[in-house]
């Protein structure tokens, strides 16, 4: 079976454009969550999706928005890209409970110039 | 903000000696897990200790729990040049649906 994929794996932006970034989860996992690690960092939570519905928000400015799609596939968005946005994000797939049984994908190398 | 702290930052040691890594948090939990990441990609799933265990064992890999002191500590008994790598601590809080992320300990194993 196929793992969680995330695409694209690098990214190159300039400040204030915006970037889509896409997760697939494992096949039958019905919870997504996304991470952002910075560089020397522990990741820190940005969003958890279950059945298509918002069941968590971390600290993110409104400039981080995400949702899920009836094939439980999630994108991740940010508009107006700061430098600081330059991490590697990473989304993390589950059956159902997001803190026990997370399976994570290699990760988007987000790069803004 | 992070929950948890790993120390120490860095180890560096020899092939076959054995590693120890700390973790350190601030709130209740259900459980505490441990992960490993190679070069800045994707998170492995090493192991899961919940609240009520004090130890646990998987492969060479030794976990302890306590729960009072609010701290955890990963093992690595009998390392290998593949054991090179960041390894974080990651807290389920009760009543939250995320995980909280130490600050990692990257560990350097040498040949």
């Known amino acids: 079976d196929a793992g969680v994929t995330q695409s694209p794996t690098h990214l190159i932006k300039t400040r204030g454009q915006h970037v889509t970034l896409r997760c697939s989860p494992i096949?039958?996992?019905?919870?997504v969550s996304w991470y952002q690690q910075v560089l020397g960092q522990g990741p820190q939570f940005i969003f958890q999706?279950?059945?298509?519905?918002?069941?968590g928000r971390g600290n993110f400015p409104d400039r981080f928005s995400a949702r899920q799609f009836p094939n439980y596939s999630s994108e991740l968005n940010v508009n107006a890209l700061l430098l600081g946005d330059s991490a590697l994000y990473l989304c993390a797939s589950s059956l159902r409970n997001p803190n026990t049984e997370a399976f994570f994908g290699q990760g988007t190398r987000l790069t803004v110039v | 903000s992070q929950q948890g702290e790993e120390d120490p930052q860095a180890l560096s040691i020899q092939e076959g000696e054995n590693a120890t890594m700390n973790c350190s948090y601030k709130t209740s939990i259900n459980n505490l897990q441990w992960y490993r990441q190679n070069s800045g990609r994707g998170l492995v799933h090493l192991i899961l200790?919940?609240?009520?265990?004090r130890e646990k064992h998987s492969g060479r890999l030794r976990v302890t729990l306590d729960t009072s002191k609010k701290s955890s500590s990963l093992l690595i008994t009998a390392s290998r040049a593949a054991d090179t790598a960041s390894y974080f601590c990651a807290t389920d809080r009760q009543g939250a649906n995320n995980l909280f992320f130490g600050t990692g300990t990257r560990l350097t194993v040498i040949p």
């Open positions: 200790i919940r609240s009520n265990e």
């Open positions: 096949s039958g996992h019905k919870s």
């Open positions: 999706y279950y059945e298509k519905e918002e069941r």
